[in-house]
């Protein structure tokens, strides 16, 4: 099906006008992942600009990661699935310029998993739960063997996290804690990845959190998800601050 655009009237920033619109097209699903744009010449004579303004608007919505543009004689836009990706790495950015320090993260993250938790202690499946179980028996697994794979662990902790939000079925939530795991994962590897100590701590934290999440214990599931925050961020603290003042251990 072709997608309906708007000839251009406004003057100015004629290259935000193409963007919008063709922005708004994916988020409406008049266009979806896969699909191919027109080409740069029919583009321009959809919206009667020039090529270069096609162009300029093409970059920014690539840099938006909603397209994939290819260059050559079969290139083109072409239409991306929409994840959290490029606000991931702006908030890589904003941890490693100091400006989102691991306070802000552990507070928000206190705050906001323990709610979390709360409403998929209410809303969990019979499914959800096995998909869970799982989870939890490939972490136990990592954590038993001989040479236990640290940031296998981590991954399957992040995992944990990540279901948990998916069962409280609010996609704000999954793609906010999403993000905010996928960077929390360099801290975990630079200070604590080979404490064992720690990651069995945060294997029993998850545990309980799972069976009250089991029982639709929805109090039980935020404070215990409270409190796993706390203190894994405690311990973080504590290393970090260890490697600043033994800076040739580390």
Not at 34 to 59: C, V, W, Y
Not at 62 to 91: F, H, M, P, R
Request: hydrophobic letters at 40%; glycine letters at 6%.
């Amino acid at each position: 099906m072709e997608i309906k655009f708007k000839r251009l009237r406004m003057k100015g920033r004629i290259s935000q006008e193409i963007v919008d619109q063709i922005q708004q097209a994916i988020i409406d699903g008049r266009l979806k992942p896969g699909d191919t744009l027109p080409s740069e010449l029919k583009l321009k004579d959809i919206f009667g600009s020039s090529r270069g303004t096609i162009r300029e608007a093409l970059r920014i919505l690539e840099q938006k990661g909603l397209v994939d543009v290819k260059v050559g004689v079969s290139g083109g836009a072409v239409v991306k699935a929409i994840d959290t990706k490029k606000t991931a790495e702006s908030l890589s950015l904003l941890i490693q310029y100091q400006r989102v320090s691991i306070n802000h993260v552990a507070e928000f993250r206190q705050s906001v998993e323990g709610q979390v938790a709360g409403l998929a202690a209410k809303r969990a499946t019979a499914k959800d739960i096995r998909h869970l179980k799982a989870l939890l028996a490939q972490a136990k697994s990592l954590l038993e063997q001989r040479e236990i794979d640290w940031h296998g662990l981590i991954r399957a902790d992040i995992q944990v996290h990540i279901a948990i939000a998916e069962i409280a079925k609010n996609p704000i939530f999954t793609a906010v804690l999403q993000m905010v795991h996928e960077n929390i994962m360099g801290y975990y590897e630079r200070f604590s990845i080979k404490n064992e100590r720690l990651l069995t701590e945060n294997y029993r934290d998850l545990c309980a959190i799972v069976e009250a999440i089991e029982h639709g214990k929805a109090i039980d599931a935020a404070s215990l998800s409270q409190d796993h925050v706390r203190r894994s961020w405690g311990y973080l603290k504590r290393s970090q601050r260890k490697q600043r003042e033994n800076p040739l251990r580390g």
